[in-house]
């Protein structure tokens, strides 16, 4: 896993046998905490609202966060109404569906970071999120637990004892490399994970997700040569296998449906079978290449992370998405960032929408940030005109 604590966020990436499988989000130390969704690995001061007999478990009242589910066979003791209880985000809300949480919150956590949070249930006024004793690095082994990685990259030193501290003794291996935590490849590959469409080798994929699930449509390029015996098999197995990386860095779970092509005889057919394995737990593979299957769901999908629903076409279309503006800003943070670690010793302008630039001028914090770093020579540019999208970073 690689870890940047940047200006304007901490991020993650998991990397398996050198592909990119997953992106993480989360907070910098001195922002607002709770300003963000609820998400996986968070920890709150609970109270049991609603006994669930034929669910098996029960309704969580969790204040501002509204209401998530505890199965009985997570919870740490017996279920009672009204009880006060600490929990911790197992899989994060779904649409209407609430979280999933667990009562064992202090898996992972260090003695003294347990403390702390024992402390503060005791101050709380009320259910709600219990303090950042968690730092805002450590939080994504709520989503990869550090028993499953080999070892962690981080872009400074500090970040590295604040995991090791949260953890507690774990024999996790911490290295610090900040050119390698976050680059331009890994940026662009951000940015191709959230395109409704895009084309890999001889395929075209498209995805639509929706409240009930995830749509991936996959066609052959309009180029590509129509493909016969070995040569179709070759294409289904080479198309499941990029899906399969795509899916887990789009972070989409849950139900699935994916439309390959139709295999054209009883050999292709069998190749499908065995190539959409790796997907996920498959339901169907339809004669006509239509594939049905589930996947575990815990965080939310990367689309969900960067969009909202557009107020002016409230449906839950892919279509009907815009990106927030929250996401616009910590991009261009990204990009500022990253042209500073390429160039030590330029001057850069920010140029954005404007409404981009106020966003950022109203977190002064993110530019201190950047300038300890980096040294003062960043500014906020001109705005763009208006109806201008994106940003530029530009040399001075």
Known sequence: MLIDEGAAETRAVRVVDGVVRGFWFGPTPDDPFGEAPLDVGDI???????????????FIDLGADGRGFLAAKRAL???????????????????????????????????AVRSQIEGAVEGAIGPGRLGPFVSPAARVFGVWPAADLDFVTCSDPDTGREIQAALGGSSLEVETNSDAAWTDETESLLETSLRRSLRAGEAVFTFDEGEAGTLVDIDRAADAKTARGRGEGAFLNAAAAFLSAELDRRAIGGVVGVDFPAPTNAGARQELARAVRRLGRVEEVGRDGFVRLTRPRRMRSLLERATELSPTAPDEARAARRFTLDWRAKAAMRALETRARARASARFALRAPAQILSYIAERPHWMTRLTARHGARFELGEPREQGGAGHDVVER
């Open 44 to 58: 709150l001061k609970g109270r049991v609202a609603d006994i669930a007999p034929a669910l098996g478990g029960a």
């Open 77 to 111: 003791g017996k279920l009672i109404e009204g009880a006060v209880i600490v929990v911790r985000v197992r899989r994060a809300a779904d649409g209407r569906k609430g979280a999933e949480l667990d009562g064992d919150w202090k898996a992972g956590l260090s003695s």
